[in-house]
Structure formats: C-alpha cells, structure tokens
T-cell receptor, first 111, second 114 residues
Framework: TQLLEQSPQFLSIQEGENLTVYCNYSSVFSSLQWYRQEPGEGPVLLVTVVTGGEVKKLKRLTFQFGDARKDSSLHITAAQPGDTGLYLCAGAGGSQGNLIFGKGTKLSVKP | ETGVTQSPTHLIKTRGQQVTLRCSSQSGHNTVSWYQQALGQGPQFIFQYYREEENGRGNFPPRFSGLQFPNYSSELNVNALELDDSALYLC?????????????FGPGTRLTVL
C-alpha cells in the first residue's frame, strides 16, 4: 500500500520555466524528506521538513510542509537542465525506523 | 568524511542462484537500512540493522536476509533468486538516535536476474 502520492508522475519543461511538484499522504509523519535521484544513482537528500507550515529554501528550490503535515510541495524557480532527475518524497516515522517513499516525479528540463 | 559505498555496482545472476550485496556506512553512522527499487517505483523498505541486530523488516520473504558487522558495514543476502528480484538495491545509513531519521544513500547495486 502506497501511503504517499506524488504528482505529477512525469514533467517535461523548458529551461527557465517554473514548476511545482506535490506530495500527499494519508498518515502524519514525524518528518518529511525530499530526495533527488539521477539514473543509476542513489537518492540524494535535499531537505528535511518537520514543522507544519514550514518553508525551506535551497537556492532555486523552495520546500513547503502543509499546516496539517499531510502534504508537501517542492517549487523550482527558473529550472535548469541540471535539475533533471527523479524527485522523491519520503515520510519518516514508520514503526520500524524506515522511510516510506512515493513513486516520485520524473522531471526533464530541456535546454 | 566518507559517504555510503556499495559493491558490486552491477550483478547478473540466474534464477535460483544466491547473491550477496555489501554496504559500508557513512562514518559516524551505526544504522543501515536496505531498500529495493524496481524500475519506475520508489524505494521499498527491506530491513534495517542497528548495532548488529535486525531492527525492523518490511514485507519481504525470509529468503531476503542480512547481517551487520561491528564496524557497522552490512550485507544483504538473497537466496533462490526470482526474476522479480531484478532491481536497484539501495543501502542507506543513519545515526540511530537521529530525531528525524535522515538517511543517506549509497549509489546502489543493480541486480539483473535472468
């Protein structure tokens, strides 16, 4: 059972455009983590959000945690080809110390 | 500070064979988690090891087993390989007392079962 739903599943945009990807979940997690994964590589941690309503910025990336801690978004401003990859959200707080992942949003930024 | 390393990077096996994958955790981390990532899917939790003991397990059959060593490195063993075991196997390390369970991943081992 997939507790986290990510949307859209695929996104193809031109360099310089803005975009937002979403992560919604049916449980409340103690924290939410966003990762970026390139083909053939492991996921790389981008940010951890913990507090409802929290906003974190990482250069052109803005991460938001919903007030009720049941949704999160990632906004990229002026996307670049280097932003291409699979963006995964993962909830922490599983009973076994595991992260629960969504299926990811596959982003392609064309020059 | 060294990151998480995994070996081998790629592996091809046939059905029924057994495989061992290896992981060295990031320095300072005492917890290792293993995930299976099928094509087009997010990682699925297999199990976690903390201080050489299995600390939690996902919905995987007993033919998936593991070990953690005193230096916190870990092995994932899969017996009686099936075609559906073809996937990217990811190891992640963390500190057992980390409040937010931030996990840091290795590059993965791509397993192909023919």
């Amino acid at each position: 059972t997939q507790l986290l739903e990510q949307s859209p599943q695929f996104l193809s945009i031109q360099e310089g455009e803005n975009l937002t990807v979403y992560c919604n979940y049916s449980s409340v997690f103690s924290s939410l983590q966003w990762y970026r994964q390139e083909p053939g590589e492991g996921p790389v941690l981008l940010v951890t959000v913990v507090t409802g309503g929290e906003v974190k910025k990482l250069k052109r990336l803005t991460f938001q945690f919903g007030d009720a801690r049941k949704d999160s978004s990632l906004h990229i401003t002026a996307a670049q080809p280097g932003d291409t990859g699979l963006y995964l959200c993962a909830g922490a707080g599983g009973s076994q110390g595991n992260l629960i992942f969504g299926k990811g949003t596959k982003l392609s930024v064309k020059p | 500070e060294t990151g998480v390393t995994q070996s081998p990077t790629h592996l091809i096996k046939t059905r029924g064979q057994q495989v061992t994958l290896r992981c060295s955790s990031q320095s300072g981390h005492n917890t290792v988690s293993w995930y299976q990532q099928a094509l087009g899917q997010g990682p699925q939790f297999i199990f976690q090891y903390y201080r050489e003991e299995e600390n939690g397990r996902g919905n995987f059959p007993p033919r998936f087993s593991g070990l953690q060593f005193p230096n916190y490195s870990s092995e994932l063993n899969v017996n009686a390989l099936e075609l559906d075991d073809s996937a990217l196997y990811l190891c992640a390390s963390s500190h057992g007392t980390s409040r937010y369970n931030e996990q840091f991943f290795g590059p993965g081992t791509r397993l192909t079962v023919l």
